[in-house]
């Protein structure tokens, strides 16, 4: 069983940046391949990116590309999300997902973005 912890979220002004990280426990983290997801308030929780388990495979919605970069220290059994040039429309819980074949998906219990105008 793998349990994800977020952190590193808060309040930032629009323009700012914040980097978001997910502690995995477990000796398995490099066999996942990892995820952020978001949900803002009254809406449904959203992909956000995504990276393969060794990190050489990226991708992410369109509306963050170029702003937000996924990345993961296998060593360090934690992925991240650096979130640059932020807008109001990117406030969400921001969640932290961990998934390979055969298991069942692992969520984080989420962090707070909030960026104010």
């Known amino acids: 069983q793998v349990q994800l912890v977020e952190s590193g979220g808060g309040l930032v002004q629009a323009g700012g940046s914040l980097r978001l990280s997910c502690a995995a426990s477990?000796?398995?983290?490099?066999?996942?391949?990892m995820g952020w997801f978001r949900q803002a308030p009254g809406k449904e929780r959203e992909f956000v990116a995504a990276?393969?388990?060794?990190?050489?495979?990226?991708n992410c919605v369109d509306s963050v590309k170029g702003r937000f970069t996924i990345s993961r220290d296998n060593a360090k059994n934690t992925v991240y999300l650096q979130m640059n040039r932020l807008k109001p429309e990117d406030t969400a819980v921001y969640y932290c997902?961990?998934?390979?074949?055969?298991?069942?998906?692992?969520w984080g219990q989420g962090t707070q973005v909030t960026v104010s105008p």
């Open positions: 477990g000796r398995t983290f490099s066999s996942y391949a």
């Open positions: 990276i393969s388990r060794g990190g050489g495979s990226t």
């Open positions: 997902k961990g998934e390979r074949t055969f298991d069942l998906p692992y």
